[in-house]
């Protein structure tokens, strides 16, 4: 839970953030552009009740796509991809299926 309201709460930061990296519109990316959408969605993927991994593939596609993006565009708030995308692995990996 502490993990998915971690990315929640960067999500919803993420345009003060990108703004502090020193980037101003129209270059920075703010909130309704898919990196900090996947962010957010990925962080309430892991509080929902096990949606499984259809629901789960496209977030956690573009969490790869995004991040190689940012990486050659330098956007350093969308280093939070590839840790959103491995939580979601690891919750559906190891979470506990109800019985």
């Not at 919803?12 to 909130?31: D, H, N, S």
């Not at 790869?64 to 840790?83: C, E, H, I, K, Q």
Request: proline share 10%; glycine share 10%; aromatic share 12%.
């Amino acid at each position: 839970g502490v993990v998915a309201m971690v990315l929640v709460v960067y999500a919803l930061a993420y345009p003060v953030i990108v703004i502090a990296e020193g980037l101003v519109y129209p270059r920075a990316p703010l909130f309704g552009l898919p990196c900090p959408t996947t962010i957010f969605t990925i962080g309430w993927l892991l509080v929902a009740e096990m949606p499984g991994w259809r629901l789960t593939l496209v977030p956690l596609v573009w969490s790869v796509v995004g991040w190689s993006a940012a990486s050659m565009f330098g956007v350093g708030a969308d280093l939070a991809l590839p840790v959103a995308g491995l939580a979601i692995v690891m919750d559906r990996l190891f979470r506990p299926t109800p019985a």
